[in-house]
């Protein structure tokens, strides 16, 4: 399928549901079998942040903090002890 025949077909709202439904990426160049692979999503272009208002990655763990207060986590572990083991070169490794 070429390229402006994949543009047509996206150009619709109900087939480009459909579509991202069963397809998630597609290749870059479609001459060139090794190139990668990106999501339809975002097809022309990068996406870079993961929403609109995430500026910095320091904010992530905020967020879902905020979005999944009431949930319950898949595990934490209780620090019990912190023990310094010191290296031939001198340099002292904590290990939890």
Known sequence: MSSIT????????IFRR???????????????????????????????QPENHVEALA????????RHADEET??????LDVEGEKQSNGKVFKKV
């Open 59 to 66: 904010i992530i763990p905020d967020l879902c903090l905020e």
């Open 6 to 13: 994949f543009a047509r077909l996206f150009s619709t709202t």
């Open 74 to 79: 898949m595990g934490v572990r209780e620090i």
């Open 18 to 48: 459909f579509f991202l439904a069963l397809i998630r990426a597609k290749l870059i160049d479609d001459e060139n079998l090794s190139s990668s692979y990106r999501a339809l999503e975002v097809l022309d272009e990068l996406k870079t």
